[in-house]
């Protein structure tokens, strides 16, 4: 294995969203800007009898306004649509051509890659639920296979099945842009897109790819998703007030608000920027990746893998934690999160933990699971571009053994150079990525 | 930078010819058939009824006691993962907490793992008596199910059907603390996860990296699915052997199964220190992109597939001249090996009469995202014993097919073996090994 020696620096030239506030990347900041909630009564499904009956959904989204062949994207799950929109927006910006043969922004497509954090689409819950229901025999417990057969195979549809594979968004957005260069899906769970903008980083800067689409599409608000997170006791129930439910680090805080949505990033090496005479958006300066090892169900007490994965970001940027002016945080407003990625900063930034504001924009967003990190990731260029952090929403009883500057309830201005945005996921994925203000030295 | 060299120094598979490595290599070499009629359910009602099963395991004994309680959260993709990464460990020499506590010799934070995976779905029974307490006049209702059916599920369920919970499961048993990936690339999974995993050593972020894939598709949601994409060979139902055709003129699509294929990737200043077994060196590899509109095949000209194994070639510093074995994806679906087939002679040019192609899904069936590893696996024996097995069921290649596939088992001398895929969604993959030269 070689690298080409050059070990390029990687920079963002465009970015684009389709989130539960708003399905471009202005809307979306001012929203969460102004505190703005993306909860509501879930309406994918009828959801009136579940233990949640709310979510944060992307409202009122029409993909085909994205595209000029919506037809090639139409059978694409809920996270590959989302993808379409939020790849056409960062390309856009990034100056890069979509759906055209003769591309004319002097990137070479072999030399253009995707890295994406994505999930599943969803399952055909009619014809899941309805082929169990029609071979199951509950006098026996005995399942007729060929009851069960005969319902699924005229209820499933061949393309939806397709659909539900978690490479599909990239395929999607192969489509749209042309890349030929290196194409990767990746779901470490609630980790995933922070870790796939990380590893695309590495390829860049490794030489293995000019430019790639990086960042995360996923929507686990369907009826098997609610019920695992919901057995999991994961989600918060304040079913009485979804706007308010997502209230990290609170005493109060009962659970994580599920999202959906994309979110992309364009990197790209500094030399390709240049040479296309690219906007630069903010430099990747760090990324670090580790694993709990340590429970399925639990983080590790003491945060032994978020230490790890903040200590190496640290150490690839080349910074010390005295650096880093902002944290976007993991922040999901459950129980355990909250106060272990507390504790885990604490570790890492010793004296200046406590002087490092540490916001949790899940408490506007809600959780996007595999897009999470992404969407997070470009709060945090805006964070820097504005010279403003955003604020963790609905903190208004604090919880009195969580202790950093939270940013709590209205945004800050202050002077943001650098922001480092964590991510966590089940299992144990530990995920953080560390941008900067361009500047050329 | 400059170069870090990657090597291979453990190997763990479970596949449907057996348990072990070993149980696979004679499989492969004997010609034998993986591929059984489907015990699992039964396949009566199924347009395809076959799949690569593996032989029946006790997954306790692959797991220490420290994570006997866990095994309850293990789906079979799980299962198929552990039993493979104890194999590749216990072949490396290397001792992790899972292997011995007490004679430790690695450390967990230099230690990475990158795992292809697929789309888990769930255990059909298991869901059952929830479905069954939410039906309304026999038919199912979201609103019973919200209020009667949701709390029969068993209250981990998800966590048994997330994709990185066969990294987490590994890496909690033998204790991995560096970076942990999951890939969800379908078919091409294992392929992409060791490119990744050999990334991550060269640029100095771990010493060592368990590195492959494990995937159940004997799963009757799953099967049904490749049956309605037609993807899956409805036509041998009574014919087990000559089932699954790569590159064959008959053949009519392709036969799913279960498998587990892990190596343990290592820095060779690292495996040179601790002496340990170097079967081979990754000396390139690279990716792509399909694109096709009709995105369930790959695009007919396969110009994604070459354009991956051309970075593998320029990463490796070698020409076509030099591979002396190609394992393609080969799924025996007509139109995609076709393709294939053209994406590979595209990058081979003039050898690509001379070079043997070796397709093992005949026998391994296509175990999805475990096809990387077990590819892997295979040329790692094939260049040990300078022996590659002879192809099966190609018995009249494909009239558009130019690949001269093996027709018997021949010794030679293996330098460089390419193993390549592809999947449904276009991603692309190669990844070339070299037998290792000090």
Partial sequence: MTHNGKNERVVITGLGIVCPLGHDVETMWQAVLAGKSGAAKTTIFDASTFPTTFSSEVKDYDFAKFTKNPNLHKDGNRGSKFAVGAAVQACKQAGINVETDTPADGIDRKRMGIYLGAGEGAANHEAFFGAIAAGWDNQTNQMDWTKWANTAAVKMKAMHELEQEANMPAAHIAMLTGARGPSRSCLTACAASTQAVGEATMMIRRGGADVVIAGGAHSMIHPLGITGFSRLTALSRRNDSPETASRPFTASRDGFVIGEGAAILILESLSSAKKRGAKILAEVIGYGSSSDAFRITDMHEEGRGAIQAMTRALTDAGISCGDVNYINTHGTSTAENDSIETKAIKTVFKENAKNTPASSVKSTLGHLIGAAGAAELITCVLAIRDNTAPPTMNLNDPDPKLDLDYVPNKPRKMQIDIAMNESFGFGGQNNVVIIKRFREN | MSSTRVVITGIGAISPLGLTVNDMWQGLCAGRCGISKITAFDPAGFDCQLAGQVPDYKIQEYVPKSHRKAVKLMSKDIELAVVAAKEALTDSGLITKGIDPEKINVTPERMAINLGAGLISCDVIEMAPAVAASLVDGKFDMRKWGKDGLSLVTPLWLLKYLPNMLACHVGIIHDIEGPSNTITCAEVAGHIAIAEAAEIIARGSSDIALAGGAES????????????????????????????????????????????????????????????????????????????????????????????????????????????????????????DAAEARGIEAAMGTETKRIPVWPTKSMLSNTGAACGGLDVI?????????????????????????????????????????????????????????????
Avoid: W
């Avoid at chain 2, 069921?393 to 895929?421: P, S």
């Fill in chain 2, 217 to 336: 598709k004997i799963n009757p949601v799953l099967i049904m699915r490749q049956c309605l994409i037609k993807r899956a060979t409805t036509q041998h139902n009574d014919d087990c052997e000559g089932a699954c055709r790569p590159f064959d003129a008959e053949a009519s699509g392709s036969v799913f199964g279960d498998g587990g294929g892990i190596v343990v990737l290592e820095n060779l200043d690292n495996a040179t220190k601790r002496g340990a077994k170097i079967y081979a060196e990754i000396v390139g590899t690279g990716q792509s992109a399909s694109i096709n509109p009709a995105y369930e095949h790959i695009e007919p000209d396969g110009k994604g597939l070459t354009i991956a194994i051309e970075n593998a070639l320029a990463q490796a510093n070698i020409s076509p001249k030099d591979i002396d074995l190609i394992i393609p994806h080969g799924v025996g679906i007509p139109q995609d």
């Fill in chain 2, 378 to 438: 295979a040329a790692v024996c094939a260049m040990r014993d300078g022996l590659i097995p002879a192809a099966k069921n190609c018995t009249r290649k494909a009239a558009e097919c130019n690949l001269n596939i093996v027709k018997e088992a021949t010794k030679t001398d293996i330098r460089y073996a390419l193993c390549c895929g592809y999947t449904y969604g276009g991603q692309t993959a190669a990844v070339i090994l070299k037998k290792f030269e000090n």
